[in-house]
């Protein structure tokens, strides 16, 4: 006659269930960088002789992220006690249930083109990156700011806003197309940073040839669509210039700010100081300035100062004139043959080669930046009513 079953033996398979299900809460969807059971992906958990079959729903059938999914939940699953073999099963979410996950990142609004940076409670620090020309390692600045900002541990999104002249998905070693969920859309990410630029929706390296209408659109796409999650900076690497893209992130974000790039020559300061004076129409904040190729260092420990010097100094001093207050010049980037490698490569200097001189001026500039902002709104502050005698 075979032993009776105590409780305890007879609770085992549930709550062995129970670890499966708490250890899949460990597991984060690789785009959206959250629990995949906060996000409605598990479908089922069974327990079956040690072999633990997790039902899985992806966004999109061709989802990109599958083996980094099934990776993860193997080895999340597989050390659970009790569990000897995890296999993983993938279905697809139907539409209801895309829109239920959109309603869930979204908040109870669920859906409209709502621009997240632009609201009250914001706590993300927008930088647009801007420069007067091209040429002056604009998009490299951009870059390495974020890769170092990431590297400090905070939470940190790209827009390559520069249209016609897209570089920032190479620069960052960016190889992945964006997943859409419904009208959503879910960046890239590469060392820690979220990605998106039109050319991820463009057929090899083909030209964008937009006016004015279409780029505003654009902008607004990757600042409504793009599930950025909570950021702490968003930096936009934005067109040289002062043309269209500009005047549309003054519209769409008049709370941001601008660092201005140039060279210590002459003639691009004097471009660049254009370029910051835009400020004085659109009333947005000016960070600081940045000179880009300041210096080269010799063998011998002497610099050559190639492209003259004084430029960045230069702009700094009369932005600050033209705003009525002072724009400091944050820092200066020596010349350096890594630089252009790592951006080539997709991995920026700052981590490639952080001891390298123009990785720790980059750095230190990143450094300055590294402030997330807190709002108010709906804070109390603390005061109480005093009567007036």
């Not at 279905?91 to 409209?112: F, K, N």
């Amino acid at each position: 006659m075979p032993a009776p079953t105590t409780n305890a033996e007879s609770a085992a398979p549930g709550a062995r269930e129970d670890a499966i299900r708490a250890a899949l809460a460990g597991v984060r969807d690789p785009e959206i960088r959250r629990p995949i059971t906060e996000l409605g992906m598990v479908e089922s958990v069974t327990l079956d002789d040690g072999t633990a079959t997790i039902g899985v729903l992806l966004t999109v059938a061709g989802c990109p992220m599958r083996t980094t999914l099934e990776r993860d939940i193997t080895a999340a699953v597989g050390a659970v006690d009790g569990v000897a073999r995890v296999v993983v099963n993938f279905g697809v979410m139907t539409a209801q249930q895309r829109q239920d996950l959109q309603r869930r990142l979204r908040g109870e609004s669920g859906t409209g083109a709502v621009i997240p940076f632009a609201q009250p409670s914001s706590r993300t620090r927008v930088y647009a990156i801007a420069s007067g020309k091209g040429g002056v390692g604009k998009s490299s600045v951009t870059v390495n700011l974020a890769a170092a900002l990431a590297a400090r541990g905070l939470s940190v999104g790209v827009i390559d806003a520069d249209i016609y002249g897209h570089s920032v998905p190479r620069m960052l070693g960016v190889t992945g197309r964006p997943t859409q969920v419904e009208d959503m859309i879910m960046p890239p990410q590469a060392h820690g940073v979220k990605v998106i630029s039109i050319g991820m929706f463009t057929a090899g390296n083909a030209a964008v040839v937009w006016r004015g209408p279409m780029l505003h659109r654009a902008l607004e796409q990757f600042l409504a669509d793009v599930f950025w999650g909570d950021l702490d900076v968003l930096l936009l690497d934005l067109p040289p210039g002062t043309g269209d893209v500009a005047i549309s992130l003054a519209q769409l974000l008049p709370t941001s700010e601008i660092i201005v790039v140039t060279t210590p020559q002459t003639a691009a300061a004097e471009v660049a100081e254009r370029a910051g004076s835009v400020v004085s129409q659109t009333h947005q904040r000016l960070v600081g300035v940045v000179e880009n190729m300041s210096w080269l260092d010799l063998p011998d420990g002497s610099r050559m100062e190639i492209f003259g010097s004084g430029g960045g100094a230069a702009v700094a001093e009369s932005l600050s004139r033209l705003v009525g207050a002072p724009v400091p010049l944050l820092g200066q980037v020596p010349l350096d043959t890594r630089l252009r490698e790592s951006g080539d490569k997709g991995l920026p200097i700052v981590l490639a080669d952080p001891d390298s001189p123009a990785a720790v001026a980059l750095t230190s500039i990143a450094a300055g930046l590294a402030v997330r902002r807190e709002s108010l709104a709906g804070k109390s502050l603390g005061l109480s009513p005093t009567r007036r005698s």
